[in-house]
């Protein structure tokens, strides 16, 4: 009857939807104002970073830390995790699971699905909880910065901000690093974070200014952020992943947004 009765709880939590104290079915969301950046980095480590260009991005809302396994196991009712851990990141969670958790979450607010299972497309009119676009995830890690980092250039002040391979051998609990300017956590390591967009690595010599939502098909679905095992060059705000969709692995999580 106990555990009856606070699932009921938890359940009431996830009616509230999105309310004034900055969270959604009980995740803290961030809110990130509108605003323009400049997109990419010229010395990458990769030419996927280039050409550098404008972006314009509306105001939305981003979960503080990535999704936890405690949160993802409420709401789905598994744990696809590798190392487990209630406040470490979610992982081993492919770009479908994290979609499917969207949608869930979404349906449990009340809110509109984003995502068609169907043909897996985004419809991103609707107020929905999705995984951010590539240029919102960018935008959001860097917080006002135009350097390396959300923080400045100089690398000796990662371990301040981020789980990497200079200081762990895994994934770590959620929160613990210092956030960036607009209260984000682990925007560099720990875990890759899916995006919703398909992968190109030439799609910045075209990309739209407003708002892009990446290219309408493709083999490989975004990843940022770096994770655990990844050294320096690779955890830069600029950095750009990739994998399968349907592969899940220990150093990919992911966080969630939405438009208010």
């Given at each position: 009857?106990?555990?009856?009765?606070?699932?009921?709880?938890?359940?009431?939590?996830?009616?509230?939807?999105?309310?004034?104290?900055?969270?959604?079915?009980?995740?803290?969301?961030?809110r990130i104002p509108e605003g323009t950046f400049m997109m990419?980095?010229?010395?990458?480590?990769?030419?996927?970073?280039?050409?550098?260009?404008?972006?314009?991005?509306?105001?939305?809302?981003?979960?503080?830390?990535?999704?936890?396994?405690?949160?993802?196991?409420?709401?789905?009712?598994?744990?696809?995790?590798?190392?487990?851990?209630?406040?470490?990141?979610?992982?081993?969670?492919?770009?479908?699971?994290?979609?499917?958790?969207?949608?869930?979450?979404?349906?449990?607010?009340?809110?509109?699905?984003?995502?068609?299972?169907?043909?897996?497309?985004?419809?991103?009119?609707?107020?929905?909880?999705?995984?951010?676009t590539e240029a919102e995830w960018e935008y959001a890690c860097?917080?006002?910065?135009?350097?390396?980092?959300?923080?400045?250039?100089?690398?000796?002040?990662?371990?301040?901000?981020?789980?990497?391979?200079?200081?762990?051998?895994?994934?770590?609990?959620?929160?613990?690093?210092?956030?960036?300017?607009?209260?984000?956590?682990?925007?560099?390591?720990?875990?890759?974070?899916?995006?919703?967009?398909?992968?190109?690595?030439?799609?910045?010599?075209?990309?739209?200014?407003?708002?892009?939502?990446?290219?309408?098909?493709?083999?490989?679905?975004v990843l940022r952020g770096g994770s655990w095992f990844n050294?320096?060059?690779?955890?830069?705000?600029?950095?750009?992943?990739?994998?399968?969709?349907?592969?899940?692995?220990?150093?990919?999580?992911?966080?969630?947004?939405?438009?208010?």
């Open positions: 009857m106990k555990r009856y009765l606070i699932f009921i709880a938890f359940l009431f939590c996830l009616a509230c939807g999105k309310g004034t104290s900055g969270k959604l079915l009980g995740i803290k969301m961030v990419g980095l010229e010395n990458g480590n990769t030419d996927n970073t280039q050409p550098v260009h404008r972006i314009n991005v509306s105001e939305f809302l981003m979960s503080a830390t990535e999704i936890t396994q405690r949160q993802f196991q409420r709401v789905m009712g598994k744990n696809p995790s590798r190392v487990i851990g209630n406040n470490f990141p979610v992982e081993n969670a492919s770009w479908f699971d994290a979609v499917r958790f969207c949608n869930r979450i979404s349906e449990l607010a009340g809110l509109d699905l984003c995502y068609n299972t169907d043909t897996w497309q985004c419809d991103f009119s609707k107020n929905g909880c999705r995984l951010p860097r917080a006002g910065s135009n350097e390396k980092y959300c923080f400045g250039n100089d690398k000796s002040r990662l371990t301040e901000y981020a789980w990497y391979s200079a200081n762990t051998s895994g994934t770590y609990p959620v929160g613990v690093k210092k956030p960036n300017a607009w209260g984000l956590y682990d925007m560099h390591g720990n875990v890759y974070e899916w995006c919703s967009d398909f992968y190109d690595e030439n799609y910045y010599k075209n990309s739209p200014i407003n708002n892009p939502t990446g290219p309408q098909s493709g083999s490989y679905r050294h320096s060059d690779y955890i830069r705000s600029a950095h750009r992943g990739r994998e399968h969709q349907g592969v899940g692995d220990s150093h990919i999580g992911f966080r969630v947004v939405y438009r208010p």
